[in-house]
Structures are given as C-alpha cells and as structure tokens.
C-alpha cells in the first residue's frame, strides 16, 4: 500500500493550498482518512479527518479554513487550506486506515509528508 502526497509548497499568509493524496496497492475498503502536521520541535497533531460516509472532524485551530474531502472511486482525499497562517506550517502526512484484499483487520497508513511553508 503506498499513500502518495502532494500540492504541498510555499505560500504567503492568507493564502491558500490544497492537498491530496492518494491511496495505492490491494485495497478492499479505506474507513477513516485524515491529514495530520507536524511542525519543527512539536509532536504529530491532527488536523481533520473523513469518514467513508463523509463525517469530518477538525482541530480546533483549522475549523473554518480547511476543507477535507474526499473521492472513494479514487481512494483519494484532499485538504483544502484557505487563510493559511504562519503557524500553519508544518510537514503534513495523509493517513488512512486501509483493509486489505484478504486481510481480517485493518491498519493505519501513512503518507511521506508534504512540506507546507507560510511566509509572514
């Protein structure tokens, strides 16, 4: 399974970036998608996450700027990030909770991380 990230770069304050990333390999069903950062000095955080029904869920720093989505046909899921602030940047990591064809139980997938940079 490989989960490929992209759209990542630098942009200035209030401005705005999408992300997608998508899923590839022996996939029988993807539950939960989410996007989490990591920030230089600072641990892993989420950031939002989609159900395969479309339920969302976000940080508290990201409710009203950033947009998740996402395509089942694709296996795909994107961030949208509007407003971007300074304290926004961070390294983002797609993950997915993936089952595999043949597999009894799911498990969680990570993305290599794409560098977003927020100039002030």
């Known amino acids: 399974v490989q989960l490929q990230a992209s759209g990542g770069g630098l942009v200035q304050a209030g401005g705005s970036l999408r992300l997608s990333c998508a899923a590839s390999?022996?996939?029988?069903?993807?539950?939960?998608m989410g996007w989490y950062r990591q920030a230089p000095g600072k641990e892993r955080e989420l950031v939002a996450i989609?159900?395969?029904?479309?339920?969302?869920n976000y940080a508290d720093s990201v409710k009203g700027r950033f947009t998740i989505s996402r395509d089942n046909a694709t296996s795909t899921v994107s961030l949208q990030m509007n407003s971007l602030k300074p304290e926004d940047a961070a390294v983002y990591y797609c993950?997915?909770?993936?089952?595999?064809?043949?597999?009894?139980?799911?498990?969680?997938?990570w993305g290599g991380g794409t560098q977003v940079t927020v100039s002030s």
């Open positions: 989609i159900t395969t029904r479309g339920n969302t």
């Open positions: 390999g022996s996939i029988f069903s993807i539950n939960v």
């Open positions: 993950n997915a909770e993936i089952l595999l064809i043949g597999a009894l139980q799911s498990f969680n997938y």
